[in-house]
Structures are given as structure tokens and as C-alpha cells.
């Protein structure tokens, strides 16, 4: 007799005898694994969920984005450090349409990553300009992953 509900990690082997073969049941369920999400920007810095204070620049003041320009781009990669496929069903930013984003719905298979890139919205100006960037995943950990922005926009 053999039973198991839960596990992260599991390898089994051996074999079964099976003496009455007309009253056997045996019955196999996949594991399914957690995925996780690693977020890092285009230095390989780790962005923490929810920013821990630190603020991913989209431009600087002594560079800021031209108003209604089409500045360049931040690149960010995605990373799924689980061991089950990271689906990532939706991303935006607060105030919404303040960063435009490349990436959309996709599947991100255990240890591998996507890179997409950022790009502000320059049709205000202001300084500096604040957002908050999320991605909604399935991951077990964090499902909402949060990051602050900023830019500078002048006129």
C-alpha cells in the first residue's frame, strides 16, 4: 500500500507483483510542477515583486524623452525559475497606457526566459513621470508582479 498527496520533487522506482489481478487498481497522476517568476532589467538586475525600492528608469533628467517622441526602449526579461510552465496572461501599467510593452500572452517552459521591452508614454510631460509596470502570470509565488518606472518627458 503506497500513497502520496503532495510533493515538489518526487522520483520513484521498483516494481509490483500482482497476485489477483482481477481486483487491481492502478491509477498514475502527473505532478504538476510550481513555476516561478524571475524578473530582471537589461543589466541582469533582479527587479523584486512590488519594487523594493528601486525604480527601473526609463530616461534620466540630463537625457529625458522628447514630448511625443518615440524614445528608445528598456529591454526586461522574464525568467521561469519553476518546474512547471509560466503562463503569462496579461500585462499593463498603472496608469493605464502609460508603458507600452512587446510582450503579450505567452508560455515560458521551466529555465527558459522572454525578453520584451518597455517604452514610455511621452504625450505628457512632467518630472519625473511615475508608473507601475505589472505582469499577471500563474505563478505560485508572486501571480501579480509589480515594478515601479519613471521618465522624464520635456517640452
Known sequence: NCRASHAEEATASGS???????????????????????????????????GGGLLLPLGT????????????TVNITVKNIGN???????????????IYTSIGS??????????????????VSGNPRQAEFFIQSNSTEDSTFTFPCFWYVVE
Open 106 to 123: 505567452t508560455t515560458i517552459p521551466p529555465d527558459e526566459s522572454v525578453l520584451f521591452s518597455l517604452r514610455p508614454d511621452t504625450s
Open 84 to 98: 512547471g510552465n509560466l503562463v503569462i496572461e496579461n500585462t499593463g501599467s498603472n496608469p493605464a497606457g502609460s
Open 61 to 72: 533628467p540630463e537625457s529625458p524623452y522628447p514630448k511625443d517622441s518615440e524614445g528608445p
Open 16 to 50: 509490483i507483483e500482482i497476485d489477483d489481478q482481477e481486483n487491481f487498481t492502478f491509477v498514475v497522476r502527473e505532478l504538476k510542477g510550481d513555476p516561478q517568476i524571475d524578473v530582471r532589467d537589461a543589466g541582469n538586475t533582479v527587479l523584486p515583486n512590488g
